[in-house]
T-cell receptor, first 116, second 120 residues
């Protein structure tokens, strides 16, 4: 069964600094998607970034980038120039490519605090 | 355009009562998903709809849980004879297409704000 592990329940970063959130996953599939979602106190899950496993280039979205290590099954999120609005719960998620289900498998999340 | 909407935003009910939670997906999205987020937990998948059919119901925790989707749009999640362990935030998501999108991102799941269910 596929699993996603986020080993950091909480992280803290100073405003304008850089922070990296860790995520590892377990799968026997060779093609899949990986995602980082952000959940602020409003509960709305917001897509931060996505990575297709068949692409070797790491995805980037403005201040957000990932370090995708397929062999190590690692998918970390780097937030540069952290802002107060980045404070939220961050979830790493995995989704298999194709098949009968398109469900996301989530980790347990990392609560990020941003200190002014 | 409008995002995924869910109603009610909050629901408090007594143990043993039935509840209905509603999800309005983004217009045109063919795929719809329900997830549950229990206090301090990650999200767990409940059910997936493609159009009006549900190819994957594997996450429904018991036969007290059911869901339907009509007209390829609105979905209702029904919990019968609610128990205290049903207390959670129920999130709905939709995507334009399911499965592989060739890197176009049209299979990205967009989430609603959720319904917080409290069973007393």
């Amino acid at each position: 069964a596929q699993t996603v592990t986020q080993s950091q329940p909480e992280m803290s970063v100073q405003e304008a600094e850089t922070v990296t959130l860790s995520c590892t996953y377990d799968t026997s599939e060779s093609d899949y998607y990986l995602f980082w979602y952000k959940q602020p106190p409003s509960r709305q899950m917001i897509l931060v970034i996505r990575q297709e496993a068949y692409k070797q280039q790491n995805a980037t979205e403005n201040r957000f980038s990932v370090n995708f290590q397929k062999a190590a099954k690692s998918f970390s999120l780097k937030i540069s120039d952290s802002q107060l609005g980045d404070a939220a719960m961050y979830f790493c998620a995995y989704r298999p490519l194709g098949g009968a289900t398109n469900k996301l498998i989530f980790g347990t999340g990392t609560l990020l605090a941003v200190q002014p | 355009g409008a995002g995924v909407s869910q109603s009610p935003s909050n629901k408090v009910t007594e143990k043993g009562k039935d509840v209905e939670l509603r999800c309005d997906p983004i217009s045109g999205h063919t795929a719809l998903y329900w997830y549950r987020q229990s206090l301090g937990q990650g999200l767990e998948f409940l059910i997936y709809f493609q159009g009006n059919s549900a190819p994957d119901k594997s996450g429904l925790p018991s036969d007290r849980f059911s869901a339907e989707r009509t007209g390829g749009s609105v979905s209702t999640l029904t919990i019968q004879r609610t128990q205290q362990e049903d207390s959670a935030v129920y999130l709905c998501a939709s995507s334009l297409v399911p499965g592989f999108s060739g890197g176009t991102g049209t299979d990205t799941q967009y989430f609603g704000p959720g319904t917080r269910l409290t069973v007393l």
